[in-house]
């Protein structure tokens, strides 16, 4: 059974710093797209950053300079450290992976990041 699995998350003032991290289990090759979105209440679900199997990395312009993403081969983990958090950053944030072996997407189940003064 293939799962993503994510941890972190909470609540937090403006201008602090959380840390999400998810692992991948159930998949007999490395996922080629590892990364996060996140949906904030009546917007979709976008990018927030993603590092693909050749280790480059994608970020969201919003986030870009405040937010770090890093991915874990051996340990099928990837993490979003997030810095400098903004009232516009509070969404539920979901660990997704691109399996290329079978062109399928997996979610995770999605943590809530809350930033309010």
């Known amino acids: 059974q293939v799962q993503l699995v994510e941890s972190g998350g909470g609540l937090v003032q403006p201008g602090g710093s959380l840390r999400l991290s998810c692992t991948a289990s159930g998949f007999t090759s490395a996922l080629y797209r590892f990364g996060w979105h996140r949906q904030a209440p009546g917007k979709d679900r976008d990018l927030v950053a993603d590092v693909d199997i050749h280790g480059t990395s994608r970020y969201a312009d919003s986030v870009r300079g405040r937010f770090t993403i890093s991915r874990d081969f051996a340990k099928r983990t990837v993490s979003l450290q997030m810095n400098n958090l903004e009232t516009e950053d509070t969404a539920v944030y979901y660990c997704?992976?691109?399996?290329?072996?079978?062109?399928?997407?997996?979610w995770g189940q999605g943590t809530q990041v809350s930033v309010s003064p």
């Open positions: 997704y992976g691109y399996w290329q072996r079978n062109g399928q997407t997996y």
